[in-house]
T-cell receptor, first 115, second 112 residues
């Protein structure tokens, strides 16, 4: 079974500052994908960034970047220059590449950006 | 426009009254799944389907049924809803190649 743990239920950050959300995971597979999804108050699930486990280079999407530490099974999300629109729930997720392709989510981190 | 469509978006029902939440995708995705989201628990998978006529249980299947008669549709059926099934439900679709899961807009279900 695969598991995803987000240890920070809530976080806050000042507008324009940088914040890092933590995620650790466990899987027996050697090949997998990791994701960060954003859920604003509209409830829509929006893909923020993804990382393929076999790629050593950390993924980056504009103000969003990850710190992927495969040996430590850690996958943190860094948001730079935080904006009010970043206020949302953030979910870390893991998808195995064999068998059922099940997507397993963490419990989420509620991020508030303070003006 | 590529999308996953769920209906209804909001539903209030009474205990024991059968209901169906529909899910349809227009991206020709093989893989579809249902999740429920509860405060403090994140999203948990209910059922998934890897293709037409192929379905399997996720982590919390009790009290739910699904069917996959067509590639585009994956309805979620609650034969006898109970209050503990009050939740926010999401349908998602993807392909193994693309990996990214596309989500519907969610269905807020309340069972009284």
């Amino acid at each position: 079974a695969q598991t995803v743990t987000q240890s920070q239920p809530e976080m806050s950050v000042q507008e324009a500052e940088t914040v890092t959300l933590s995620c650790t995971y466990d899987t027996s597979e050697s090949n997998y994908y990791l994701f960060w999804y954003k859920q604003p108050p509209s409830r829509q699930m929006i893909l923020v960034i993804r990382q393929e486990a076999y790629k050593q280079q950390n993924a980056t999407e504009n103000r969003f970047s990850v710190n992927f530490q495969k040996a430590a099974k850690s996958f943190s999300l860094k948001i730079s220059d935080s904006q009010l629109g970043d206020t949302a729930m953030y979910f870390c997720a893991l998808q195995g590449r064999a068998g059922s392709y099940q997507l397993t989510f963490g419990k989420g981190t509620k991020l508030s950006v303070i003006p | 426009e590529a999308q996953v469509t769920q209906n209804p978006r909001y539903l209030i029902t009474v205990t024991g009254k059968k209901l169906t939440v529909t899910c349809s995708q227009n991206m020709n995705h093989e893989y579809m799944s249902w999740y429920r989201q509860d405060p403090g628990l994140g999203l948990r998978q209910i059922y998934y389907s890897m293709n037409v006529e192929v379905t399997d249980k996720g982590d919390v299947p009790e009290g739910y049924k699904v069917s996959r008669k067509e590639k585009r549709n994956f309805p979620l059926i609650l034969e006898s809803p109970s209050p503990n099934q009050t939740s926010l439900y999401f349908c998602a679709s993807s392909t193994p190649v693309h990996t990214e899961a596309f989500f519907g807009q969610g269905t807020r279900l309340t069972v009284v």
